[in-house]
Structures are given as structure tokens and as C-alpha cells.
């Protein structure tokens, strides 16, 4: 188990303290991602960290490894070529749920589809933090944002099917409650050689927390440990129960070629 020390070399310090929020879950996210990297022992000069626009495209800002923040929603287009640039490199695309499942979807299925060796991030807060609380794909029915005050009318997109059903090698969810949990599935990511997705549900108390009333940063937390079930207990439930929780757990792990592998036996062949 690595400690805050062995992470130390992983951040720009000049550019502390963060700019995210009292409470916010990103920094947790960050955290247990750079504590991944040196489980691994990921070289600082190995590793790439891709982001889009938003609250947590400013991840990319506080580590001292490579790092490369694009245009809202285009962040694994921009991994994409990265990857195949130098795929020497570990490359770690960190999205939010509108950058990633909104603007940027498409992008996520053929990323998904071809299989692409990038471990992405969603860190899903359940609305548009950055720009004040929007709803976003992911936000779930029912819920208040400033774009729906009478409660959002439209279903939530699981992004994890999407990606398992697309063709992802692995595809597994948490939440910055459970993580030690969602550590875990960030070096099984890491590990994967193809498209792998970790989906983080995180706590955004100045927006989804205040509009849907669920009290303080410590509350939300509270809340997100209730509002999950394990996959295989979510799968026993019946679609009306569905509606009230999210599943955690790992929903695909498979060792299909990457892209990159299909792509070079192709051309021996040619
Ligand atoms: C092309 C484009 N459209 C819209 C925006 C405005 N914008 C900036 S961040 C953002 C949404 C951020 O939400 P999310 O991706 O979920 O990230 P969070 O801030 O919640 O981490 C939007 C719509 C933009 N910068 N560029
Ligand atoms: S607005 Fe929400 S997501 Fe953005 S920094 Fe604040 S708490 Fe975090």
C-alpha cells in the first residue's frame, strides 16, 4: 500500500492549492490515481494525464508528469493521439460526465468500440459542476439542477454499459466513498492492455448537493454509500428499485486485442 509520500513527486507543487471546492470529491480522485501510479511503478516520464474542460479538467493543472488539457468534450480524441503517437506511454484520460457523456460521447463509443489502450476516468458528479449546475446525461431522474427545477425529466445514460456493450476490455464503477475500492479498480484499469473506463461517482456539494438538498460534503458522502448496491445485487432487483440506486462493481473485463495490436498483425499480413 503506497503512502501520501511516494505520490509527492507526482505533483506540481507550485500550482497548489487546488481551485476545487470545500468537499469536493476530485482531489480524492487525483489522489488515489497518483497513488495508483506508483503501486505500479509508473515513471513520472511514462505517464500522460489527458482532461477536457470543467471542474475536473483542471486535475491536469496539480501533476508534474505529462499532461495535456484539450477543448471541452474532445479529451479522448486528444488521448487517442497521444496513444498513438508514443504508445510507450501510459495514458489516462480524466473526464467529467458532461465532457465524456454529453459534448464527448461519440468519442467514447469508438474509443470503447476499437478498444483503444487508454485507461479514461469519468468522474461522474452528477451535473455540470464548472459552469453551475446543469444536468448532464448521467444526472438521474428526478434530480434538481439549475436546468431542471421542477426535478429532470429524462433518464439517466449509463455510461459503463455503453462502454462494456461498445467494447471495452474493462469497465467497472465506484464512488470516492468506497475508495480503496475505486483504487483498486484504477491499477486493474491501469493494468489493462486496451480500452479500460472507471467511472467515479463523486460528491459536488455546491451544486448537486445544495440543489437536491443532501446537506454538507460529509452528508453527501453518506449518501453515496446508500445510493450504491454491488453489481450482482443490483442485477436481482427489479426495474422500479433500479431507479433509486446506482450498481458498483466491475462490469467487464476481457482481454480482447487492442487496436493497436489488431492494427500491426494486419499490416505483417499486408
Ligand atoms: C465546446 C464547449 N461547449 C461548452 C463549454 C462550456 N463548458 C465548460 S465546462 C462545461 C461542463 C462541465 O461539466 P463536466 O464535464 O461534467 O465537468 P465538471 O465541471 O462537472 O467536472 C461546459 C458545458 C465549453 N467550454 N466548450
Ligand atoms: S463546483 Fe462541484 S465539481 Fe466543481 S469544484 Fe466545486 S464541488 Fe467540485
Given amino acids: 500500500m503506497q503512502a501520501v509520500k511516494d505520490i509527492d513527486h507526482y505533483l506540481a507543487h507550485d500550482k497548489l492549492p487546488h481551485m476545487w471546492c470545500p468537499g469536493c470529491g476530485l482531489g480524492s480522485i487525483l489522489k488515489q490515481l497518483l497513488l495508483s501510479l506508483a503501486e505500479l511503478q509508473i515513471p513520472r516520464e511514462k505517464a500522460v494525464l489527458a482532461s477536457g474542460i470543467g471542474c475536473s479538467g483542471r486535475a491536469g493543472d496539480y501533476v508534474s508528469f505529462h499532461r495535456f488539457q484539450g477543448t471541452h468534450g474532445r479529451a479522448l480524441a486528444f ?8 504508445p510507450r506511454l501510459t495514458v489516462i484520460c480524466l473526464m467529467g460526465d458532461g465532457d465524456c457523456g454529453a459534448i464527448g460521447l461519440s468519442h467514447l463509443i469508438h474509443a470503447a468500440r476499437r478498444n483503444i489502450n487508454i485507461t479514461a476516468i469519468v468522474a461522474n458528479n452528477l451535473n455540470y459542476g464548472m459552469t453551475g449546475g446543469q444536468y448532464s ?18 433518464n439517466a445514460l449509463d455510461l459503463c454499459r455503453l462502454a462494456a456493450d461498445a467494447g471495452a476490455n474493462y469497465v467497472a464503477r465506484s464512488t470516492v466513498y468506497h ?20 467511472e467515479i461517482l463523486t460528491p459536488c456539494p455546491t451544486y448537486f448537493g445544495r440543489y437536491n438538498k443532501l446537506g454538507s460534503a460529509v452528508d453527501m458522502l453518506e449518501w453515496l454509500k446508500k445510493k450504491t448496491v454491488p453489481l450482482d445485487l443490483f442485477r436481482k432487483m427489479n426495474d422500479e428499485q433500479q431507479q433509486e440506486y446506482f450498481w458498483r462493481g466491475v462490469l467487464a473485463e476481457q482481454n480482447t486485442p487492442d487496436f493497436l495490436t489488431r492494427y500491426r498483425r494486419k499490416e505483417l499480413v499486408e
Fill in 79 to 86: 488521448a487517442t493521439g497521444i496513444h498513438l503517437a508514443d
Fill in 137 to 154: 446525461p448521467s444526472t438521474p431522474e428526478g434530480a434538481i439542477t439549475s436546468t431542471s427545477r421542477q426535478g429532470k425529466v429524462v
Fill in 179 to 198: 475508495i480503496f475500492e475505486a483504487q483498486k479498480m484504477l491499477q486493474a484499469a491501469l493494468n489493462t492492455q486496451g480500452f479500460a473506463l472507471v
